[in-house]
């Protein structure tokens, strides 16, 4: 489920309240009052067998006699008697249900847990909880919370799993004039999870950012698709809970030691577009600045200061926090000499001298805030004996006032009024009206900082990539019969000539590896290979061959390869029997690299990539970065860029780059492998040779799952580019063309065909005559959730990106697969080949598959060609209530398949 029903949940017009008490401090009590004293315009509701009244209003002894069904229902009762009253509620229509009571730890709790659910389950009853705090919603007057105060009405949502960090927050919120649409906590997340609020305040027109308080993700899939969804919408920012707790399972392998629980976390709120906060005084702060000022334009920073000391040292915390400093014009130096004192050093950061008074404050911080090449301004004071930081204060807040009045593009203000005794009352009144203040500027240059990132995300999220320099398909069948005759043999870990033979099948460069059974047989494989050579050990169970003398390097002759065997042999724990060993010819380049990539299954997010620096040191160097599949070749390379090794791969003085794409497109072909083969569990490249000259498999270990995995694709936290749909068509007039789904490259294309519409196309399928096609508005038609939405597209046959889009048709589905909405493009120079029927057959039978069960539309009026054939498919047409010249055309998809 997603949001079905949860509007009864946060937007009720009733509420009963099931353990509603009079006794003081009781769980009870505390919910009558904030229910009865938070401005709710409904009836309320209160249930106890045995009180008359609770909060002066009436009670009721048990459900049954309540005298209008409640929309939600509150429960604090024993544990014991929560599944039966769900029941009951259920039968009286109920829709939600807030549970505060908590129940048994371990097993039993569990078991408790399943029967809330199979109570709720017959009548689509949203359960919040067990075991949490509850909901405050303050524009609705809902306060069903033990929360120890009330929240004021503002546009951040706040949803946490600990009812401790959500009173938390309320208590500062409340010092800082913060104010929240929505405060929520999961508890047990029973039913509601992370991924059905952030699909609800996406769509709710109240919330205008959303912070997380993460301690672990249920259902990744839909959490990383509703998290993609909301964080294009609007700012989303996340703190998780036990960063330093790594999974609790022994990895074997490099991948699994250097790939961390956390580490998969960050990587996910990454690819999601989520900005990433370690400490709840950054999430504070970030609620802040974001209820405040939302997001910045730019990081060209200005720093105003009537300290030239503290002016510097802030400059200096500002770049070393990676910050930029706006370089002033000319222009804006020369209005900034006639509102400052003579002989001001005329430079940024901007020394307005000690005796500043307000207005001072307020000419200079308005010069900057006009200023083209000025993104933020940093305002700070330090207190003195001759100006009063009070005066400055509120001329600063009246100038940030009467910006939006005034200027369309908006500056970032942040304030920092340096000190406690005096400067407390300057950052209150500072706050009251709305400008972000902070007690030190290292901490307005942190808040700065976060909302840069995130505003970096958003950018990254929806770049588009350009198209792959090469475009291979890979030999999955034969792929897959490796691993097969490895589990049929029983062998988890592939050996190093079938794991290359494995990666060799997905065009990944490998280094020729010749098993040999003994010593002899070595030299006699190294006598036909060009020398000098390398021989590994190869033994059953033996991952890291390094650790036991398993590896000996540039060897001459083929007779010191014999003689490395067969030490190598003796050097084998007795315990241990070797199967053997591996020849190879040794590779070695000059300005190469000895890189790392590799596969880990993670417990909860499924196959994970990991890429850094490489060799035998790869635990110690901790220089990794990680990435969920599928990934593309920008994916691939922010992924690379994200390691310190990248700076040396990009080449320095007369050190040639590495091979870039070539490195790119290793980690886009394992990520394909992973995809492909759902029993690949962990896999190690090690080392991964890397230079100008591209890249080469140098050593590899692969892990098989010992039984086939079921429903294999849902293991993946992104659904994957679906090939399966790519269908070639062959048109009237004899030309083949390509049906398959949307890329990200084709971004280019889908403008060029957008763009040699007409007005009159433009009208019928826009609603408008003439409409600039952006790459921010584009971009978001093409980087599309495959687990969502739909969008087919007809192309020349090649390289997606560089291939003319001849036809586009779509379905964006509600998050809970319910109805989905249609659009169509057919561009004048391809009508008069059936192809409007045959896209929106294949949209139809697309929704129709995956149980979405109505698919709808509008239709102008005047397009009669496009509303005889909806005619034809079978969809029913009604004038649309708020525009009389479109037609909402509707298609029921699960009714007419049965029938």
């Known amino acids: 489920m997603s949001t079905r029903n949860l509007a009864a949940l946060f937007q009720p017009q009733s509420v009963a309240l099931l353990g509603a008490s009079r006794r003081p401090g009781s769980i009870g009590a505390v919910l009558a009052r904030n229910l009865f004293n938070s401005g709710f315009q409904g009836p309320i509701l209160p249930v106890h067998p045995r009180h008359r009244a609770v909060q002066g209003v009436l009670t009721y002894p048990d459900v049954a006699s309540l005298p209008v069904t409640p929309d939600l229902a509150v429960i604090c009762t024993p544990a014991d008697t929560v599944p039966d009253l769900l029941t009951q509620l259920g039968e009286r229509g109920t829709r939600a249900a807030i549970i505060i009571s908590r129940g048994q730890p371990g097993p039993a709790g569990a078991q408790w847990r399943q029967r809330l659910l199979e109570a709720a389950r017959p009548y689509l009853m949203r359960i919040l909880g067990p075991n949490g705090l509850g909901a405050i919603v303050p524009r609705a007057g809902l306060n069903a919370s033990v929360s120890h105060m009330q929240a004021h009405p503002g546009g951040v949502a706040f949803v946490t799993q600990s009812g401790a960090i959500m009173t938390s927050i309320i208590d500062w919120a409340a010092s800082h004039g913060t104010g929240f649409s929505h405060l929520v906590a999961l ?310 000539d079938l794991s290359k033979q494995l990666l060799a099948a997905f065009d990944i460069p490998v280094v020729a590896t010749h098993p040999a059974s003994t010593p002899e047989h070595a030299r006699e494989i190294a006598e036909t290979l060009t020398g000098p050579y390398v021989v590994k050990l190869r033994a059953e169970g033996l991952v890291h061959k390094s650790d036991v003398g398993g590896v000996r390097l540039n060897l001459r002759t083929p007779e010191a390869v014999e003689i490395a065997a067969r030490d190598m042999a003796r050097q084998l724990p007795p315990a241990q029997e070797h199967a053997g060993f591996a020849v190879q010819p040794m590779v070695t380049h000059t300005h190469s690299y000895e890189l790392f990539a590799g596969v880990i299954d993670d417990a909860q997010f499924g196959p994970v990539i990991v890429f850094g620096d490489g060799g035998t040191a790869v635990e110690v160097l901790t220089d990794q970065a990680i990435g969920l599949p599928p990934l593309n070749i920008k994916l691939a390379r922010d992924l690379m860029a994200r390691t310190r090794i990248y700076r040396q791969l990009c080449g320095y003085r007369k050190v040639a780059a590495a091979d870039l794409d070539a490195i790119a497109l290793t980690l886009i072909r394992l990520s394909r492998l992973v995809v492909e083969l759902p029993e690949v569990r962990e896999l190690d490249i090690n080392p991964l040779l890397a230079g100008p000259f591209g890249v080469t498999a140098l050593d590899a270990r692969i892990r098989v799952a010992s039984e086939p995995i079921q429903n294999p694709s849902a293991r993946l936290a992104i659904r994957p580019y679906p090939r399966e749909l790519e269908e070639t068509v062959t048109l009237q007039d004899g030309r083949d063309l390509l049906l398959r789904p949307i890329l990200p490259e084709d971004e280019h294309e889908l403008i060029r065909t957008y763009s040699s519409l007409s007005p009159e196309e433009l009208e019928l399928r826009f609603f408008v005559s003439s409409q600039t096609f952006t790459h921010m508005t584009t971009a978001r038609s093409t980087q599309i959730d495959y687990d969502r939405e739909m969008t087919f597209v007809l192309t020349d046959p090649g390289v997606p990106g560089e291939s003319a889009v001849h036809g586009v048709v779509s379905a964006a589905t509600d998050p809970d697969n319910d109805s989905a909405e249609f659009a169509i493009i057919i561009p004048h120079t391809m009508t008069g080949l059936g192809l409007g029927r045959f896209l929106m057959e294949r949209i139809i039978a697309y929704c129709r598959q995956r149980g979405t069960r109505v698919l709808r539309g509008e239709v102008l009026k005047e397009n009669t060609r496009m509303l005889r054939l909806c005619r034809r498919l079978g969809f029913r047409k009604r004038t649309s209530p708020t525009y009389p010249q479109i037609y909402l055309v509707e298609l029921e998809l699960q009714a007419e398949s049965s029938a």
């Open 187 to 496: 508890g047990d997340m029973s039913d509601v999870d992370f991924g059905d609020m952030l699909d609800y305040l996406v769509a709710d027109h109240g919330t205008s950012a959303i912070l997380l308080h993460v301690e672990v993700i249920t259902n990744v899939r839909k959490f990383m698709s509703a998290a993609r969804a909301a964080a294009r919408m609007k700012p989303v920012i996340v703190i998780k809970g036990g960063r330093h707790v790594e999974a609790a399972r022994a990895a074997e392998s490099h991948t699994g030691a250097v790939a961390s629980s956390d580490a998969v976390y960050d990587a996910a709120f990454r690819r999601a577009g989520m900005l990433r906060v370690h400490n709840l005084d950054d999430l504070f702060s970030a609620a802040g600045t974001l209820a405040l000022s939302g997001v910045p334009g730019g990081e060209r920073m200005a720093i105003l200061s009537n300290g030239g000391g503290m002016g510097v040292m802030a400059t200096d915390v500002y770049l070393d926090n990676g910050g930029v400093l706006a370089e002033l014009s000319e222009d804006t130096l020369t209005r900034l000499d006639a509102v400052l004192p003579a002989g001001w050093a005329r430079e940024n950061p901007v020394d307005i001298i000690g005796d500043a008074p307000g207005e001072r404050y307020a000419n200079s911080l308005e010069v900057l805030m006009e200023a083209p090449e000025v993104d933020a301004v940093m305002v700070i004071n330090c207190p003195v004996a001759i100006a009063d930081s009070e005066e400055a204060a509120v001329a600063v807040a009246r100038c940030v006032a009467a910006q939006d009045q005034r200027w369309g593009r908006h500056r970032m203000v942040l304030t920092s009024w340096v000190g406690e005794a005096t400067a407390a009352i300057a950052r209150e009144h500072l706050s009251s009206r709305g400008v972000p203040t902070f007690r030190t500027p290292l901490l307005a240059t942190r808040a700065f900082m976060q909302m840069l990132e995130y505003r970096r995300n958003q950018e990254e999220l929806l770049e588009t990539p350009r198209p792959l320099p090469e475009d291979t398909e890979p030999d999955v069948a034969e792929a897959r019969a490796i691993i097969r005759r490895a589990r049929d043999a029983g062998n988890e870990w592939l050996t190093e």
